[in-house]
Structure formats: C-alpha cells, structure tokens
C-alpha cells in the first residue's frame, strides 16, 4: 500500500505542490499568530518603561516605624526574589568649603562610581566629594553639622559638628543609571544642595541630628514589569511582609497588562479566520485531488482492498504532507522569527491535527461511496440538503454581534465583524447559483451555447458554489483590513496633528505674552515657521487656548483659516504715537459725595499705557488730575521714538469722586488724533461721556481702550458645552477691576492642543481687548516641519526658560507602535495569505475542471476546442467577479454593523471613527486583488482540450 501511495503521489507531484504549499502557509500562519502578540507586546512593554521616570517603576519604602522595626524591614526587602533592594540614609549638613549638601549613604555606592583623586570611602569619618561642586581636596579636613535653611540661608542647628576628613573626589559613572533611585541627585546645576556627599552610614550616625532621612528604593527586575502582572508584585511584598507603598508601579503595570490582553485578544480575530478558510481551501483541493483518482481506487476496491487500506489508499498522501509539512511550515517562521515557545508548539500540533481532519473530511464522499459510484466517470449528483455551515455561521455571527452590543469585548464578540462578513459571503454564495441554475438551460435553448455551458458548470457543480463563497469569503475579509488599516492609520495621524497642534512644540515657562511674542519675532520676522500660542483660564468660561492667528496659515489644523476669519474681528488701524513728547487734552469733571471736601481729595492720576515694537506694554504717568479742560504731558522712552501703540488710557481718582471725563486730543510728533468716536469702555462698543470714580467710596481705575480694541472677545467654542461655558470673563489691564466678556463666534468638534469641552481666542485680538491684562498658565511656541533645528537653543539664548519640548514625528512613530498598529500588520499578512490561499486553490480547481470528462464529452460531441475553452474561462471569471462583489458587500455589511469589534483606535479619540472609510485606499489594492484572480483564469484556460492532453491526464 505505502507503494502504491507513493506510485500515486509520484504521478501527481505537481498537484500535490499545492497541497504542499496549503499546509506550510497554515502551519506558518498559526505560529505567526501566536509568537505575533507575544513580540508586540514585549515591543509595547519596552515602550512604556522607557517613556516613564524611574518613580513610576520602583517602589520606596520610607521610614515611619521604630528604628528596629525597619532595620528589620530593610533585611526582609533585601531578600526579596525578584527585587533589587538598595537602602538609603541621608542627612543634610553643612561646615568648612560645604554651605549645605546631602550627606548620602546607599548600597553599594563605590561600585557606582568613578574616583578623580583619592579612594573611597569605607570608614567612620571619611567622605568623597562630587567633582563638580568639590571647594576641598583631598586630605582635607573640616567638621560637619546638621544644617536647616534659614531667611539668612543655610546655617547649622546648633546641636554640635563632627570631624570628617575628605578621603575621595568622585563623579558618578552614569548618572542616569537606575541605582541612584527617582531623587535625581546629578543635575545640570552644579549645586551642592543636589549632588550627594558619600559616605558610610557610621559616619552619618555620627553627626549629631534629631533623625536621618532612612529608605529602600526596590527595584523590580525588568522581566516582571513587563509581565504586567502586578498581583505577582503584590504577593511577593506580602509573603515577606513588606507594606505596598503608592508609586506609579502599579498604574504602569496595569497598562502593560492592558496593551498584553489587547493583543492576545485582537490577534486571533482575523488570524483564525483565515486558518479557517485555509482548511476549507484545504478540503476543497484535496476533495478535487480525490475524485480524481477515483478510478484507481475504485480498480483497488474491486479487487477486495480491505478497509483500513482503502482509507489509506484514498487518503494516505494528503495526510502524510500535512502532516510533514505543517510543521515545516511552523519550523521555518520560528526560525525566521528568532524565538519560539511553548504557545507556539501547541498551536502547530492543533494546526497539524485540523489540516489532517481537513483531509478526512475531504475523504468522506469517496469513502462513503458505493463501488459503482466510484467507478463511475462523472460521480453522482448529490441532494442540496439543508445548509447547515451557513446556518450554523449564521447564528454564531447574530450571537458574536449581540455580545458586542451589549459592550463585552472579551469573547466572541471581538469576532463580531469577521464572522458577520463570512455568514454574509457563504450565504451570498449558496444563494446566487440557485438563482443562476434556471438561467443556463433558458441560454442554450436560445442558441447562446458558451453562456449555457458556463452557467451550468457554475451552478451545477460543488466546486463552483465553493470557490464563489472561498472567494467572497476571502475578499471580505481582505477588505475589512484594508478598511481598518486605512481607518486606523488616518484617523491616528489626525489624532496625533490635533494633539500636537504643530510638527514641533516648545513649551515656555516663567515668561508672559509680550516677552514670547517679541522672541519669536525676533526669531522669525517674516512668519515663516514659528508662533505663539498659550492656554488660560476663566471664572466662567472654562478651558480656552490662545493662538496667535495672524500666522494662521502656520497652523497645522483644517479649521485654522476659518478661526482666524472669525475671531479676528475687522477692526480701525492701532493709534500711533512717536517722538519724545505725548500731550493728553480732556475735559474732566469731578464731585465728591463728601460735603465740603478740600481740593485735595479730588487727587488721582492720568496714565498712558503704551506697547512697543516689541509687545512690551508699559504704563507712563501723565500726571495729576486736573478738574476743567486741561493737557497733560509725558515724555515717551526711547523706544518710541520711531512709533509705539497706545495700548489703554487710565484713570484713577480718589475713593468718594465721581464725575465725568471726554477726551479733546491726544498729540505726539506723529500727529494729532481728535476723533474718540471708535474709543470704547471694556465691553461697549462706544465712547461718549466717560463715567469715572464712584461716589459710594474706594477708588477705582477706568480704562479707556483704543479703536483697535475689540470691545468683546470672539470665542470658537466645542460642540456640547454647557450655557455657562460659553461666556469667558477675563479683567482688564493687571491693575483694574473691570472685566470684558466672550461673545460666542461658533462651534468646532474638537480643537488643537486641548481637544473637546475647550474654547479658542486670538492671542493678539486678546491681549490688545484686555489690555494685556491676560495671564497664561502655559506657552508654547508652535513650529513647522522646515523652522530650524535650533529654536529652542535660540530661545534659552533669548532669556527664556525652555520646558519639554514635544516632536510630532516621534509620537507618529510612537503611535505606529502602538498595540492596534502592530495588531494591524499581523491582519495585514494574515489576509494576504489568505488572497494567496485562494488564488492556489483557483488554479488548481480550474487547471482540474478543465480537464473534466464532461468537458471532454462536449469536445467528443463536435463542441469546437475554442468554445469550451472560453465557457469554461466564462464560469471561472464570473466567480471571481461575482465572488468580489459579494465580498466586498459582505465586508461593507459587517463594517456597518460591527466596526468596533477591529482594531482601529488605539486610544481614546477626540473625534468619533469615521462611519465609512475612504474607498480609493480600499478599491486600489482590492481591484488588484481582482486583476490577479482574473489573470489566474485566463492561465487555467490558456491549455488546449486535445486528445492528447486528455490522455496525459488519465
């Protein structure tokens, strides 16, 4: 039997290639799959641990107890498995060539760094100094005392100093390095108060002091962050009876844990699929394989073959190769991937035995079958039956959606929109040959021979329901990721740009508007690359964020010119004034509500509020007050000499006054202005009379804002807030009691840098309304893709403190780390295995049908070679055309209904996925999926049907 097995194999090699190639794709794609989620979410897990400070992932244990008590506590955490414990002690002290420092004792400090002079220190009363900030040498002596800060600085407490000698000066080998715990001794600043005094503990027990600082950093082995398994942590701090301190240990934990279910979870969604498809490929193929040799196991059965050997003749070399090459498969990816595991050894035993089944399976109809059938040329038609696959898929599919509905996403619901698209396709297909059958009598009787016969083979035959479905259900699940793919990688670069709001960001802190302002001005005259942008708050108005949007057209967000449109208000140019010499005519009258008040208790003072090239805003005084018409005179700094706005007018008067004011002309070496009429009050639109004082007593200041004021802010608010957020107060100037309000200007989804629940102002339309009273909790300073490499150098050179500095790029790249990104290139190969799948098993299929003996007996009947070359061609195409319409409506279907069971955000998104992706990123790799599929036709249908070909086939 194991002859004829082979006799049969040898002269089918070339069809038995692809059962071949079948069996080492899958066998391949199960441990891809399972070795997949594994790497990831090492990847994603290395990803966390270097984006967090080292406080996020160590525990410290200080010391509340008795000493004794944690001296046996820091013995205990030193055995802990897993952990690497290092105690501390310190105490700040100060003495001869040391103001103040900390006086530090760690474990093992000497091997942790680097001796400039001298050596280390191992006895009582012998510290090494840091290089940096060193003032002794070594040999030195000095005396050193508890220290305390004091309003003179620091100074001793007084409780007694101690001798030490200075016996090293080091610098720390690394002094990033996780050994010197979350307190970042080693700094730019080279500060005594920062870097660490080192010495012994008997030394530090040796200055007098009240207590030391005592803990124990614990430092958990990389190999258990990374688990994610924060119970482990919990149990073996437990089981030593060491307390859970709070750190950010266990909140990074969780998260690794999290992005590890994530991937375990959504890998499988659209790799077991495809697993699935390759069997039934696998099944329709080696069923093919089988009816071909039909004949020579009917010979055997005739000639008393037992049982068991018939089983074996039948399917003893489909078995044998899956069985060999499943596991080559698996073996070559493992290898490929550089690792493997115990996960991964199961998955190719399952595998191994479910392509076997696969052949069994396929095996059934010619074991079942009666010799005479066997023997038969064109086996028997068989009944339709009930479809119980699609049935079954079917109500799997309805259950997966119901489950995803109702919000679990740990069970089949994760497969809500695969099978939803696989029970739309194999449906699909059951259903269109029944409806195609009638047609392809009605076309022969009407003479169209081609298009009867190739609507018969479609329609009559098993293999052409079955490659309809393998192929709808194939191209579904291929346009479902390529969907998801082009969803995900939008939607997340749009995430990361509203995000960012710019391809770089700087943040600024210590520094107002104007000082910013003027830097980026300097830095960018022309306002090619660089703005300014700052959030603020309000008593009533919520979040709001402001941008400078006089460089709009910098600003990487759709909605960036319309906002400028509507929140820069079309307003009169800027009042100048230049010269040395600022005169102030007004007309003022003034009351007391005290009787017989003297003069002067009508004192107060008239100021000019004046902002230069440079945004600088300063107040100048113009003297006191004068009741009657009166000018007032003030000298203008040198800085605008060549022109500076006139950001305010205010007047202060005496508590108890009250009375009237109007402006008669305000005259400098650029001009004289008469006309007041667009001057404004903060929040009025005009300016008349100009009430000033009040009688009820306290002063007050008025603020008389120029034309180029708004006199009401324009704010861009989201969509969804409440009434009360709409209207943002702010006060004007930094020394007024008067406020301005927000005017709603309209609505956006979401808005760059701060997201929902947020509103956006024009910086400059801002600061000019409220006389740059407005105050920012932070600044940024926006930069495009071409500013210059060396901004933020530029700007610390400026004067300015520069914070964090944030690059889109990297969160771009970042983000295609992300769990969904890598998810989402597993589909990506999974499906294109599965397209591979499918066009072996059409060539195949078709190269066989071909030479059908049906096929044969039409040629033998007169039907021209040509003829039924091009209905067989005919049956083919219409597969694959009709099998790519209903996958793609399949896949449409199940994006509709299930979207959220795949893996498109990969995290919380400021706007909603969109409802339909975009189709040329969808129609361009699926037509060349079609073009493929069509190509493989016309090769299956390019051989001839002559006798010899025939005869060659037998």
């Known amino acids: 039997m194991i002859g004829l097995t082979a006799l049969l194999v040898r002269s089918r090699w070339r069809s038995y290639l692809v059962v071949v190639w079948l069996?080492?794709?899958?066998?391949?794609?199960?441990?891809?799959?399972?070795?997949?989620?594994?790497s990831i979410a090492d990847q994603v897990a290395e990803d966390e641990l270097r984006a967090v400070p080292l406080s996020d992932r160590s525990l410290i244990i200080s010391q509340t107890a008795i000493e004794s008590d944690f001296t046996n506590l820091v013995g205990r955490a030193r055995l802990l498995p897993r952990f690497t414990a290092i105690y501390t002690e310190q105490v700040t002290v100060t003495g001869d060539g040391v103001e103040a420092g900390p006086l530090v004792y760690r474990d093992g400090f000497c091997a942790h760094i680097r001796l400039v002079a001298g050596r280390c220190p191992v006895a009582t009363g012998e510290v090494a100094l840091p290089e940096q900030v060193a003032k002794l040498k070594v040999g030195d002596q000095t005396a050193f005392s508890l220290a305390r800060q004091s309003l003179d600085g620091w100074v001793?407490?007084?409780?007694?100093?101690?001798?030490?000698?200075?016996?090293?000066?080091?610098?720390?080998?690394?002094?990033?390095?996780?050994?010197?715990?979350?307190?970042?001794?080693?700094?730019?600043?080279?500060?005594?108060?920062?870097?660490?005094?080192?010495?012994?503990?008997?030394?530090?027990?040796?200055?007098?002091?009240?207590?030391?600082?005592?803990?124990?950093?614990?430092?958990?082995?990389?190999?258990?962050?990374?688990?994610?398994?924060?119970?482990?942590?919990?149990?073996?701090?437990?089981?030593?009876?060491?307390?859970?301190?709070?750190?950010?240990?266990?909140?990074?934990?969780?998260?690794?844990?999290?992005?590890?279910?994530?991937?375990?979870?959504?890998?499988?969604?659209?790799?077991?699929?495809?697993?699935?498809?390759?069997?039934?490929?696998?099944?329709?193929?080696?069923g093919a394989h089988m009816q071909r040799d039909r004949m020579e196991v009917g010979v055997q059965v005739l000639r008393g073959l037992p049982g068991l050997r018939r089983w074996w003749l039948i399917m003893g070399g489909p078995a044998v190769i899956v069985a060999v090459m499943v596991p080559v498969g698996a073996a070559a990816v493992s290898i490929g991937w550089g690792r493997s595991s115990l996960s991964a050894l199961?998955?190719?035993?399952?595998?191994?035995?479910?392509?076997?089944?696969?052949?069994?399976i396929a095996a059934l109809p010619l074991l079942r079958a009666k010799v005479a059938d066997v023997l038969r040329s064109v086996p028997p038609r068989r009944g339709t039956g009930l479809p119980l696959v699609e049935i079954t898929l079917a109500v799997v599919a309805g259950a997966a959606l119901l489950q995803l509905r109702s919000g679990d996403r740990s069970?089949?619901?994760?497969?809500?929109?695969?099978?939803?698209a696989a029970a739309a396709a194999v449906l699909a297909a059951r259903v269109v040959p029944l409806v195609v059958r009638p047609l392809a009598g009605r076309a022969i009787r009407r003479g169209r021979i081609i298009t009867g016969i190739g609507l018969a083979l479609f329609s009559r035959r098993g293999t052409g329901r079955q490659l309809l479905?393998?192929?709808?259900?194939?191209?579904?699940?291929?346009?479902?990721?390529?969907?998801?793919?082009?969803v995900s990688g939008i939607d997340q670069e749009q995430q990361v740009r509203l995000e960012t709001g710019a391809a770089r960001?700087?943040?600024?802190?210590?520094?107002?508007?104007?000082?910013?302002?003027?830097?980026?001005?300097?830095?960018?005259?022309?306002?090619?690359?660089?703005?300014?942008?700052?959030?603020?708050?309000?008593?009533?108005?919520?979040?709001?964020?402001?941008?400078?949007?006089?460089?709009?057209?910098?600003?990487?967000?759709?909605?960036?010119?319309?906002?400028?449109?509507?929140?820069?208000?079309?307003?009169?140019?800027?009042?100048?004034?230049?010269?040395?010499?600022?005169?102030?005519?007004?007309?003022?009258?003034?009351?007391?509500?005290?009787?017989?008040?003297?003069?002067?208790?009508?004192?107060?003072?008239?100021?000019?509020?004046?902002?230069?090239?440079?945004?600088?805003?300063?107040?100048?005084?113009?003297?006191?007050?004068?009741?009657?018409?009166?000018?007032?005179?003030?000298?203008?700094?040198?800085?605008?000499?060549q022109g500076c706005r006139i950001a305010g007018i205010s007047i202060e008067v005496a508590p108890w006054v009250a009375g009237r004011l109007k402006l008669r002309s305000l005259t400098s070496a650029g001009g004289t202005t008469t006309d007041f009429a667009s001057w404004h009050l903060p929040g009025k639109s005009s300016l008349t009379d100009v009430p000033i004082g009040t009688p009820s007593g306290g002063g007050q200041i008025t603020w008389i804002l120029p034309p180029d004021a708004a006199p009401t802010v324009p704010v861009l608010r989201t969509t969804g807030q409440d009434t009360a957020a709409n209207t943002a107060v702010w006060r004007v100037s930094t020394r007024s009691t008067a406020v301005l309000q927000s005017t709603k200007a309209g609505e956006v989804p979401v808005l760059p840098r701060v997201g929902a629940d947020a509103g956006l102002i024009d910086l400059l339309t801002v600061r000019r309304a409220t006389a740059d009273g407005l105050r920012f909790t932070g600044m940024e300073v926006w930069l495009t893709e071409d500013a210059p490499a060396?901004?933020?150098?530029?700007?610390?050179?400026?004067?300015?403190?520069?914070?964090?500095?944030?690059?889109?790029?990297?969160?771009?790249?970042?983000?295609?780390?992300?769990?969904?990104?890598?998810?989402?290139?597993?589909?990506?190969?999974?499906?294109?295995?599965?397209?591979?799948?499918?066009?072996?098993?059409?060539?195949?299929?078709?190269?066989?049908?071909?030479?059908?003996?049906?096929?044969?007996?039409?040629?033998?009947?007169?039907?021209?070679?040509?003829?039924?070359?091009?209905?067989?061609?005919?049956?083919?195409l219409a597969?694959?055309?009709?099998?790519?319409?209903?996958?793609?409506?399949?896949?449409?279907?199940?994006?509709?209904?299930?979207?959220?069971?795949?893996?498109?955000?990969?995290?919380?998104?400021?706007?909603?996925?969109?409802?339909?992706?975009?189709?040329?990123?969808?129609?361009?790799?699926?037509?060349?999926?079609?073009?493929?599929?069509?190509?493989?036709?016309?090769?299956i249908s390019a051989d001839g049907f002559s006798a010899e070909g025939r005869k060659r086939n037998v």
Not at 251 to 280: C, N, S
Not at 469 to 486: E, P, Y
Not at 895 to 924: E, F, G, Y
Request: with cysteine; proline share 5%; glycine share 8%.
């Open 790 to 876: 060396d901004v933020a150098e530029k700007l610390r050179g400026a004067g300015l403190i520069v914070g964090a500095e944030q690059d889109r790029s990297t969160l771009l790249a970042a983000a295609d780390r992300s769990p969904t990104a890598l998810t989402l290139r597993m589909h990506n190969v999974a499906v294109i295995a599965a397209i591979g799948l499918l066009l072996v098993a059409v060539l195949f299929i078709g190269a066989g049908e071909r030479r059908a003996p049906d096929l044969a007996a039409l040629r033998t009947a007169g039907l021209s070679r040509r003829r039924v070359r091009r209905a067989v061609r005919s049956t083919y």
């Open 346 to 360: 199961v998955s190719t035993a399952l595998m191994t035995v479910a392509a076997i089944a696969a052949v069994v």
């Open 469 to 486: 479905a393998l192929t709808a259900l194939a191209v579904s699940l291929f346009t479902l990721v390529t969907a998801a793919v082009s």
């Open 411 to 420: 069970g089949i619901g994760l497969y809500a929109a695969t099978l939803v």
């Open 156 to 286: 001793s407490e007084g409780l007694g100093a101690q001798p030490v000698g200075v016996v090293g000066i080091y610098a720390p080998i690394d002094p990033a390095e996780d050994y010197w715990g979350a307190r970042r001794y080693f700094t730019e600043r080279t500060d005594v108060l920062v870097w660490p005094i080192l010495a012994v503990p008997e030394t530090l027990k040796t200055i007098p002091q009240k207590s030391a600082s005592r803990a124990v950093d614990l430092l958990p082995d990389r190999d258990l962050i990374m688990s994610g398994d924060y119970q482990q942590v919990r149990t073996i701090l437990a089981d030593a009876r060491v307390g859970e301190p709070n750190s950010g240990l266990r909140p990074l934990m969780e998260r690794i844990a999290a992005k590890r279910d994530y991937t375990r979870l959504m890998t499988p969604v659209v790799v077991l699929p495809v697993l699935a498809l390759g069997l039934w490929a696998l099944i329709i193929v080696v």
């Open 879 to 939: 597969v694959v055309i009709l099998g790519t319409l209903l996958g793609l409506g399949a896949a449409a279907l199940a994006w509709l209904v299930a979207k959220d069971a795949l893996p498109i955000a990969a995290r919380a998104a400021w706007l909603p996925v969109r409802t339909w992706p975009d189709p040329v990123p969808i129609l361009v790799p699926l037509a060349i999926v079609a073009g493929a599929l069509i190509v493989a036709v016309h090769l």
């Open 505 to 641: 960001t700087v943040s600024v802190s210590g520094a107002d508007a104007s000082t910013l302002l003027a830097a980026v001005q300097a830095l960018d005259p022309e306002g090619r690359f660089a703005l300014v942008a700052g959030q603020t708050a309000s008593a009533t108005g919520g979040k709001v964020f402001a941008i400078d949007l006089s460089r709009a057209s910098l600003v990487d967000w759709s909605g960036a010119a319309d906002a400028a449109r509507v929140l820069r208000p079309s307003l009169p140019a800027a009042v100048q004034v230049s010269g040395t010499e600022l005169t102030l005519a007004l007309e003022m009258s003034l009351a007391s509500s005290i009787e017989g008040a003297p003069e002067d208790l009508y004192d107060g003072t008239i100021g000019v509020l004046l902002e230069d090239a440079r945004f600088t805003v300063e107040q100048f005084s113009l003297g006191r007050i004068r009741r009657g018409t009166a000018t007032y005179r003030s000298q203008l700094p040198d800085r605008c000499a």
């Open 23 to 38: 069996a080492a794709v899958m066998g391949g794609l199960a441990v891809a799959g399972t070795l997949h989620p594994i």
